[in-house]
């Protein structure tokens, strides 16, 4: 979320604004780092899909961004093919219930994978599960370990969703039968999936 926040308010990222954050744990550094960074942040609280829910419907966004976040999340009908999220993995593989962290890592190494990367993906009712917007690859070094491998895919994860976000913001997304479609640069589809030309 830093990351996005930081390209935002650099201009890095025209036209998209950030409102607030919600964290899926309650002892979560990025809590603190959001708040210093003048964002509401959110906690989880008896009921968190509720209050998601509260300020869907107060602020009514044309994206919802998960980053990190670790809680499954009902989509409302008013954010269906709105909502994105990053994977630290190449989808469909190492994706699912309990794959995130180093959890994701550690598989992509014991199954003798060459290439890892992330994805950036539209959200549905299931886990790490929708249409692919993009996705970043880097090899599999021989000396990795799930914490060096996490350390490449991060770097990774820092572009590949400004990235999107900038495709989403542009109009330059579309949803097909079959995947995400990206429009050239300069052109823009009239029946984006975020954004209107």
Request: glycine share 8%; hydrophobic share 45%.
């Amino acid at each position: 979320m830093l990351n996005l926040h930081a390209r935002i308010s650099s201009g890095a990222l025209k036209g998209v604004t950030m409102h607030d954050v919600f964290v899926s744990r309650a002892k979560c550094g990025a809590a603190d780092r959001c708040r210093d960074a003048g964002l509401a942040v959110h906690l989880p609280g008896d009921d968190l899909d509720a209050a998601v829910q509260h300020c869907f419907d107060t602020i009514k966004p044309d994206m919802v961004l998960l980053c990190g976040y670790l809680r499954h999340l009902h989509i409302p009908d008013q954010l269906q093919h709105r909502v994105l999220n990053i994977h630290p993995a190449l989808l469909p593989d190492f994706g699912g219930k309990g794959m995130y962290g180093d959890r994701v890592h550690a598989a992509v190494l014991a199954s003798g994978a060459r290439i890892s990367g992330c994805t950036v993906h539209l959200v549905d009712d299931q886990f790490d599960h929708g249409p692919i917007v993009l996705q970043q690859s880097c090899p599999v070094e021989p000396d990795d370990d799930a914490t060096s491998l996490a350390a490449r895919v991060f770097a990774l994860e820092c572009e590949a969703m400004p990235a999107a976000v900038s495709l989403a913001s542009q109009g330059r997304l579309r949803l097909s039968p079959a995947a995400v479609e990206v429009a050239p640069s300069g052109e823009c589809w009239p029946d984006a999936l975020f954004a209107r030309c």
